[in-house]
């Protein structure tokens, strides 16, 4: 039996990265493109298409392909379509899938990034296996995949999995862009990092920190992270701080579906233990006693990189 | 094609009742047992096979019965068994769904009696034939059953669906028996809406209220509905602040799984739209848009004293 080969493909708010990838994970090419230098979409999937071909020639052909998957800001995994969103240029409605069948002449499945990550990891990563389990992507914002029984949760409109959106302090903490109060967003992202530390810093003027030295641009969570490693009281207070909500959140989590581990990724975890350690702590915390000590708190392994493209492939594996 | 029935049995801290159901959810008959006057599960096994083999008789015998459902504390559908039940008479873990089958010759399936209700909804209730919706039941604790893909959640080790206990109230208001603080069955229970009477009570002194007429053992639920039908201030007052936590609880829910219904059952629904109107309230205003105005929220049409038998009756139609 002939190897076979899926495309995936990433389109983010800046850059569509693509690539030709092995039932191992393994991405034998890539490259990218800008996702919005195109006013239609038709073509900027001509432009896929003309990067694509030589890629899919090069591993034998469209025969020994099972299939795109695409993973995409708003995408809708039942309709095949991106909706209304914000950060791409084509408005309205876009049926992706099938503009992408018709030009490719394979199947193309598409669903939102944060799902994506998910797949990737069940297919190819830390839960690989695994039908049980939770991805949550800690970047500019905080986004989310869920596996159910070796499923992703779509929900009866194929919306389901916005766990950064639930409120976790309410009354709290508002996030610009939806107008919520207290969203796990508003404190357990990039932004939201920012802001604790501005919080801290306003709240305890007297308390010396080298977090000062720095410009509200600066205070990125790398900035925290190196100064809290320096011993800085502040800066790991802003950690402790932060896994505190996304430990409540993932026991909220866990008390719903049950999974055997959940996936931590993306940026803010490049704080390691400074992270993980309060945030399993208070997630144990409130934890019923049935759920204890059984849920596995891991980081992604895949590569970040590589995680977008690998994630959008897998979801046309059978 | 012979008409086919389904044994229904909950089995209830005090008492188990148990009937024989037919695909349309009429309980064709139906009787009750004490859940707790049999030291050995072996002997309530058998005083339940002599009080069902008449019934069972009554519709032409076994070989009707697709099987028998049942409902129990604790009890997992995975294993089929009930484990550690604090209040059932039998310690450890029981294997009550071997037992049964050997006992009565036809397959046995068991959950939990809030997975049971979210069941008996999809197969007799206001979700009949709805693949993607949850059910709250609002009684002395909060119990919860969520359905997927027109499958119950059951998680990776059948505990899913914890929904009463996850935190709203991060460091809010002591939940005894879990030692959790902020959960939703801290607030939208019997004994919630007890303690949030108290809490008001006292809170504002010098506010007049009918309330302060009754004992601590007389503030139930149905007394509060009942002051606030006379206007009451603070009656009032107590269920729009049950139907915020509830709502709030609900929007988180909704943004994990996208369902297009949610029910409500149990004694806190006797008090309709004081209940209704304001969890409504702050559950569409905790959502992101996406999902705003697309939910039903709705009280289960099931009688509550058949609801049990019929849900748990629910197991085993395919």
Known sequence: ???????????????????????????????????????????????????????????GGIKNMVGI?????????????????????????????????????????????????AMGEMMYGACKGNKHFITITLGT??????????????????FAGELGHTIIRPGGRLHKTTGLRGSLEAYASATGVRD??????????EQPSLLRDYSINELTSETVYNCAMQGDTVANEIFEFTGQILGESLANFIMFSSPSAIVLFGGLTKAGNLLLNPTRRHMEANLLPIFKDKVKLIFSQLKESDAAILGASALVWE
């Open 196 to 205: 604790t530390a501005i919080e801290l810093l306003t709240k305890y003027p």
């Open 1 to 59: 039996m002939k190897e076979k080969f899926a495309v995936g493909i990433d389109v983010g708010g800046t850059t569509t990265k693509f690539g030709i990838v092995n039932k191992s994970g393994e991405i034998l090419e890539q490259a990218r493109i800008p996702s919005n230098e195109h006013e239609y979409v038709g073509d900027f999937i001509d432009h896929l298409h003309s990067m694509l071909s030589p890629m899919i020639d090069n591993v």
């Open 69 to 117: 998957g695409m993973g995409a800001p708003n995408a809708n995994f039942y309709s095949g379509t991106i909706e209304h969103a914000p950060n791409l240029r084509w408005k309205g409605i876009i049926p992706v899938a099938r503009l992408m069948k018709e030009k490719f002449g394979i199947v193309t499945s598409i669903t939102n990034d944060s799902n994506a990550a």
């Open 141 to 158: 914002g905080v986004g989310s995949g869920i596996i159910i029984d070796g499923k992703i949760v779509l929900g009866h409109d194929g």
